[in-house]
């Protein structure tokens, strides 16, 4: 019997799909390559420590996803306002750097302006690439000092090869006047996306994912997608076998989806070959004390390893036993890069002993290393021609590739619950249609 819809993956996209397919009376096939659901969006308790895929808090902009999510949680969320920094050469520099720039010594602080200065007098924004239009807006200073390593550091690929599709509202960039003022006096604003966000108060983020997976229906565990046969409409799958199918919704990654597509043409093939992306690699850390009393803290320096560290413990106090820390330390590399585990450990370590965050080894109760790769798709400037090629050719037989990495995009929690929605709704038309 050929299923209808064959579901990959069990992430917050995976599921939402599901969740509308079955609101209009149709039970799509799940799989899930892992024993557990939520993707990245999964909480594991270690002792009392509860650790994410690093802080994942939701950024709620739509009506009707904001309503679900609050339904789904039901009372189990906080609202909190955002108190994250910039960690640069010792000091503390409230977030963002280029609203702020009095907390740097006074010749950094000149440095940023004047070069601020000259790039509002030039007044020609470059639009070529992420680099260029960086300095272009803030100037060589604010670039120099932050935006430019910070970004390297994340993205880990040249930034001159970066387009500016993915930045939306993720790179906030304040009007002139406030980066004057900011530079002068120590006022502290919110700017940016993310200055207020909810988390679930018990149970970190997984909570969230688990509420869904009552709404997906049956979730086929330790079942992984290997090949596909696009013509043939036929996925073999660990665990299962050959799946025949009508349509596929896929939420793996989009360049793995068309590796595994056994009858992908080879100008398809080519297009994902040129997908990049970086890896994550997560360190999460269970720690006697509290260190801090920020959500998370940016690293541009190369001297420390972490990009970013962020405390679990200060969006919900249930993330640790009293008076102890749950924290996170996020190391990023290029996507077919690894990195020594032991010899990374040891690196945190000496970093978090140089900040002062902890004293001594035995401060640290509980470790976890987690990877997230795919992580950050990297918005080359051929990448949306790329994905149009292969969406175009997967969309005329019958799949659809939605969420984070099956869109091979820069998206949120909320975003791919409400792509999640929408491919279900489509699909389940093309159904009804028939
Ligand atoms: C470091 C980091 C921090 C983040 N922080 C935030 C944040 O603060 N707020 C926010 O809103 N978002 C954040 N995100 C983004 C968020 O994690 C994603 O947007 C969201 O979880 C993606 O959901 P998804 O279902 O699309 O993908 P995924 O969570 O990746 O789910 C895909 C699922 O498919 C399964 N799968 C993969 N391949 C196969 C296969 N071949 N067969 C079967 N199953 C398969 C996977 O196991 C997984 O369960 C962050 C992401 C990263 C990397």
Redesign the pocket.
């Known amino acids: 019997m050929r299923e209808k819809v064959l579901i ?7 599921m939402s799909c599901a969740f509308q397919l079955r609101k209009a009376g149709i039970s799509p096939l799940i ?4 024993a557990y ?5 999964a909480s594991f308790n270690k002792k009392g420590f509860t650790f994410d ?7 709620l902009r739509w009506s009707n996803t904001t309503k679900l999510i609050k339904n789904l949680l039901k009372g189990n969320i906080i609202k909190i306002k955002r108190n994250s920094a910039i960690y640069f050469k010792g000091n503390i520099i409230p977030y963002p750097f280029q609203a702020n720039l009095s907390f740097l010594s006074d010749e950094e602080r000149n440095y940023c302006v004047e070069e601020f200065l000259k790039a509002l007098k030039k007044n020609s924004v470059s639009q070529r690439n992420f680099k260029e239009w960086s300095i272009s807006v803030f100037g060589k200073g604010i670039s120099n000092l932050f935006m430019l390593p910070y970004n390297e550091k994340l993205w880990q690929y040249p930034l001159n090869e970066m387009s500016l599709k993915w930045m939306g509202n993720f790179v906030p960039v304040p009007d002139p006047s406030r980066i004057i003022e900011g530079a002068y006096s120590k006022a502290k604003t919110i700017s940016g996306y993310n200055g207020v966000f909810y988390y679930p108060l018990n149970g970190g983020i997984g909570a969230l994912s688990k509420s869904l997976s009552k709404k997906a229906g049956l979730i086929n565990y330790g ?4 090949n596909l046969k696009a013509y043939k409409k036929i996925a073999i ?1 660990n665990g299962i076998g050959e799946i025949p199918y009508s349509y596929i919704a896929n ?3 989009l360049k ?1 989806l068309i590796e ?1 597509t056994l009858d992908a043409p080879e100008k398809i093939k080519k297009a994902a070959r040129k997908l990049r992306s970086n890896t ?1 690699y ?1 360190l999460n850390l269970g720690l006697r004390k509290k260190v801090s009393s920020h959500h998370w803290l940016y690293f541009p320096q190369k001297e420390y390893p972490f990009y970013r560290l962020g405390f679990y413990d200060n969006f919900s106090p249930f993330c640790a036993p009293d008076s102890k820390s749950s924290i996170y330390a ?1 190391i990023a590399v290029k996507q077919n890069e690894s990195i020594d585990l032991s010899l990374s450990l040891k690196e945190v370590i000496a970093a978090l002993k140089k900040i002062g965050f902890i004293k001594k080894d035995e401060d640290i109760e509980e470790t976890q290393w987690l990877k ?1 790769s795919p ?2 798709a990297f918005y080359d400037l051929g990448m949306e021609n790329s994905i149009r090629t292969i969406n175009d050719w997967l969309n005329s037989h019958g799949i659809f590739s ?5 869109a091979w995009k820069y ?6 619950i409400k792509d ?1 929605i929408e491919t279900g709704e489509m699909i389940s038309e093309k159904i009804l249609k028939k």
Not at 31 to 34: A, P, Q
Not at 53 to 59: I, M
């Open positions: 990959v993956g069990a992430g917050l996209s995976g799989i899930e390559k892992e659901c939520g993707g990245l969006a895929y690093s802080g994942h808090l939701l950024h079942c992984e997608l290997i799958v939420t793996s990654p793995e595994k994550v997560i996020e997230a992580a950050y939605f969420g984070r990495y099956g998206s949120f929690m909320e975003e791919n999640g």
